[in-house]
């Protein structure tokens, strides 16, 4: 057999992600295509392991990045008792008249969401039907129209900001139970506790940066 044929995974892997198919199912089939190229049982034995054997044992050894289901109770709670109303309530009342002010200040309350353990549809939820209007409102309707997918640009950029960094802050978020898992695996004697706290200046280097291209986007709309 050609030992090339052992990558047969990643060109099915890249085909899924080309026709955008099922992310769990393709990366399934490309692990058993693999395996079997590899020549290795379905079922394993003691002397040899299968393919079902290594998928299992992955699945167990990972099992602590399950742990966030634990938290989806108290977040469907808190959102079926006005989560969303009241975050939205809060974003109205900000009196702010620049629109690279109204990014900061969001993606800053998109990581205290993320730090809290709440997971949102911030893009769905805030990001367009709440924030863009209000960003727009900022501007002069001249502006509006001719920049306007640089004006959605920076929203989605603090969104996704607040969110991909706030969430670390939260130690039992799937992120910092993978990263856990991660650094455990690779010998390193840590807790997930240590890993938020570790995360801790880099939210805060987020911010700063965020500061420079939201003041940078405020100059470009005067």
Request: glycine share 10%.
């Amino acid at each position: 057999m050609i030992p090339e044929l052992k990558l047969l995974g990643i060109l099915i892997i890249i085909i899924g992600l080309i026709f955008k198919l099922k992310t769990g199912p393709v990366v399934l089939i490309a692990g058993i295509a693999t395996g079997l190229l590899a020549g290795m049982p379905l079922i394993g034995t003691e002397a040899v392991p299968g393919i079902f054997d290594t998928l299992g044992k992955a699945f167990l050894d990972g099992r602590l990045i399950s742990l966030y289901l634990i938290t989806l109770p108290a977040i469907g709670l808190a959102e079926r008792y006005g989560l969303h109303q009241v975050a939205s309530n809060l974003i109205k009342k900000l009196r702010l008249t620049a629109i690279g002010s109204l990014f900061w200040v969001y993606q800053f309350i998109r990581v205290l969401i993320g730090a809290s353990g709440l997971r949102v549809s911030g893009h769905a939820v805030f990001g367009r039907p709440l924030i863009l209007p209000m960003a727009f409102g900022m501007t002069s309707s001249d502006v509006a129209s001719q920049q306007s997918e640089q004006i959605k640009g920076n929203l989605g950029a603090s969104e996704n900001y607040g969110n991909f960094f706030g969430q670390n802050l939260f130690p039992a978020s799937a992120g910092c139970l993978l990263v856990y898992k991660v650094l455990k695996d690779a010998g390193l004697d840590t807790t997930p506790v240590a890993i938020a706290i570790d995360a801790i200046p880099i939210v805060i280097c987020s911010l700063l940066l965020s500061v420079i291209q939201f003041l940078h986007l405020n100059r470009n709309k005067r």
